[in-house]
């Protein structure tokens, strides 16, 4: 028979007459086309039920715009902070400087309070030893003067009467024994000497107030009449103006 002899040899065809034409599609190819349609699929799920909505241009556009309107509201407070900032150092620094001036100005003074305490203290000491002296000149001065002689309450122990040029310049020392307070009077000068007119005449000045404990000094000036020339002066301690006297002594005028 023909059929068995043929020379060509026979191939086996497990495909049969179905046998495609044409390249082969690489499996891992598909693999791979399937594993990005799974991973697009599963993006979009995930877009439309988990993550929020996406914007809209115009959505995008206001976003923007709020958020540069945002920053520029950011960079003026920003701007705000960095002047209050140096604003409040400034302020800082201008009390700092008055406070500093104010210190340096109260040490001056405080110094200058402590200079003047230290002087007036010295003064002080200083009056005090010289009242201290003149105090114990005076005791030696009334023990070396003679007592009055009219031995009143009130003892004029000594007087100095000078014309001054129309007005009577006196100094007296008065002195009291057992003295328990002072005594509170006055003395009154009584001037005799000559007018103008050459007439002899006495005049009495003003009394002067007196204060006695033991011992005063009375040292001062009254007027005297136009062209009147004391002469002699009769020094009276009374208890109140033209009141009893205790106390009298005359003078004349040196």
Same mark, same amino acid.
């Given at each position: 028979m023909a059929l068995f002899r043929s020379n060509k040899p026979v191939v086996f065809d497990p495909y049969g007459s179905r046998r495609r034409s044409g390249?082969?599609?690489p499996r891992w190819l598909m693999l791979v086309v399937a594993g990005a349609a799974l991973g697009a699929g599963g993006l979009h799920y995930v877009q439309q039920n988990h993550l929020p909505p996406r914007l809209t241009p115009a959505e995008?556009?206001?976003?923007l715009s709020r958020a540069g309107t945002l920053e520029a509201e950011v960079e003026r407070l920003q701007a705000a902070l960095d002047k209050a900032t140096a604003d409040g150092k400034a302020a800082l620094d201008g009390l700092a400087a008055?406070?500093?001036a104010a210190e340096i100005s109260a040490s001056r003074q405080i110094e200058a309070a402590r200079a003047e305490i230290a002087s007036l203290t010295q003064e002080r000491d200083e009056s005090k030893a010289a009242a201290d002296t003149m105090r114990k000149d005076i005791a030696l001065f009334e023990r070396i003067l003679p007592p009055d002689p009219r031995g009143g309450t009130i003892g004029v122990r000594g007087a100095r009467m000078t014309d001054g040029g129309g007005k009577?310049?006196?100094?007296v020392l008065?002195?009291?024994d057992a003295a328990t307070k002072p005594f509170d009077g006055v003395v009154?000068? +009584?001037v005799a000497g000559r007018r103008a007119n050459g007439r002899n005449e006495s005049v009495t000045l003003d =009394? +002067?107030?007196?204060?006695?404990g033991s011992y005063e000094h009375l040292?001062?000036?009254?007027?005297? =009449?136009?062209g009147f020339a004391p002469r002699q002066v009769t020094i009276r301690v009374l208890d109140q103006p033209g009141g009893r006297q205790l106390g009298m002594r005359v003078y004349n005028v040196g």
């Open positions: 390249f082969p599609v995008s556009q206001a976003l008055q406070a500093k009577l310049d006196y100094h008065l002195t009291r009154e000068l +009584v =009394p +002067v107030a007196v204060s006695i040292q001062g000036s009254l007027p005297l =009449p136009d």
